[in-house]
Nanobody, 123 residues
Framework: QVQLVESGGRLVQAGGSLRLSCAAS????????MGWFRQAPGMEREFVTA????????YYADSVKGRFTISRDNAKNTMYLQMNSLKPEDTAVYYC????????????????WGQGTQVTVSS
C-alpha cells in the first residue's frame, strides 16, 4: 500500500495560483494511478483529476478543466496539482489518492488516501 501526504494548501486570492504536492512512500507508487479529490464544507467529496501510472493519460472534472494540471514525478514519488485562475468555489480540503487504474481512481475506488490539505480562495 502507498502512504500519501499532501502539502501546499494555503489562503490565496481569487485569480491566483497554487501548487499542491502529494508525497508518496512505498514501493508501488510508480505502478499506481493517482488522483486528486476535494471536499468543501457541507459537501460530499468530489473527483478533481486523475493520472495514469506513467503520466501519459489524465482526466479532469469539467469544473477545473483548463485551469488545473495534474502531473507526477515517479523518480521523486511525488504527484502535483497546479491550480491556476483559482475561484472562491475551489475552496476545499484537497486529498490525493491512489488506485489500480485511471477508471477506478475516477470512480473514487482508491485504496490509499492522504490526510488532506486546506485550500482557501478569497474573493
Amino acid at each position: 500500500q502507498v502512504q500519501l501526504v499532501e502539502s501546499g494548501g494555503r489562503l490565496v486570492q481569487a485569480g491566483g495560483s497554487l501548487r499542491l504536492s502529494c508525497a508518496a512512500s512505498g514501493r508501488t507508487f510508480g505502478s499506481r494511478a493517482m488522483g486528486w479529490f476535494r471536499q468543501a464544507p457541507g459537501m460530499e467529496r468530489e473527483f478533481v483529476t486523475a493520472i495514469t501510472w506513467s503520466g501519459s493519460y489524465t482526466y479532469y472534472a469539467d469544473s477545473v478543466k483548463g485551469r488545473f494540471t495534474i502531473s507526477r514525478d515517479n523518480a521523486k514519488n511525488t504527484m502535483y496539482l497546479q491550480m491556476n485562475s483559482l475561484k472562491p468555489e475551489d475552496t476545499a480540503v484537497y486529498y490525493c489518492a491512489s488506485g489500480r487504474n485511471l477508471a477506478e481512481v475516477r470512480a473514487g475506488e482508491c485504496d490509499s488516501w492522504g490526510q488532506g490539505t486546506q485550500v482557501t480562495v478569497s474573493s
